[in-house]
């Protein structure tokens, strides 16, 4: 697969089939994600790879109520390492950190579809819920939730706008 046809047919899926996915796969997208920028090559990022049924669902009540968490074979919550992104001070911990794990997030993201699979990025939920429920030292901070499990159907296309610039 090219990666702009990957880019291109990524969509959010909210709807998985109950197929399992191995941990080897989701250890290779994980190795192949972690070449994503970072600031100063700090890799600030951890991956907390949820399979419990129970803090599934507990994750889903955290997102809110967002069931489609909780019916993932897997799910991933990825943490910025705020104790590495120090290392560049304030705007380390508040910004780079931030870019860094979302970089991260996409680059997961497009090969999980490459290998077939469906994610959807969670980013509404309650921090001290996730932080508190998967036991998370106080230097990760929780960024996204990621589903991930095989499309119980083909996910529509929503479209997009044409980029909004300012040519200077």
């Not at 399979?51 to 009540?61: D, F, H, P, V, Y």
């Not at 109520?65 to 897997?74: H, K, L, M, S």
């Not at 590495?84 to 870019?99: D, K, N, P, W």
Request: aromatic share 10%; hydrophobic share 45%; proline share 6%.
């Amino acid at each position: 697969m090219e990666l702009r046809d990957a880019i291109l047919e990524r969509r959010s899926v909210r709807s998985f089939r109950s197929d399992p996915v191995s941990e080897d796969l989701i250890d290779e997208l994980l190795s192949y994600a972690r070449w994503a920028p970072s600031a100063g090559n700090l890799q600030d990022w951890f991956v907390y790879v949820v399979r419990s049924e129970g803090i599934k669902r507990a994750l889903a009540n955290a997102a809110y109520g967002q069931d489609f968490v909780a019916e993932a074979p897997v799910v991933l919550v990825i943490a910025a390492d705020l104790e590495r992104a120090a290392h560049y001070g304030e705007r380390g911990v508040t910004l780079y950190s931030i870019q860094d794990t979302a970089a991260f997030t996409y680059a997961f993201m497009l090969l999980a579809h490459e290998k077939g699979l469906g994610t959807v990025w969670v980013g509404a939920f309650d921090e001290n819920a996730v932080r508190t429920l998967l036991d998370m030292p106080s230097h990760h901070r929780p960024v996204a939730i990621i589903p991930v499990g095989y499309p119980a159907h083909p996910p529509t296309n929503p479209g997009r706008e044409k980029v909004r610039k300012k040519i200077i």
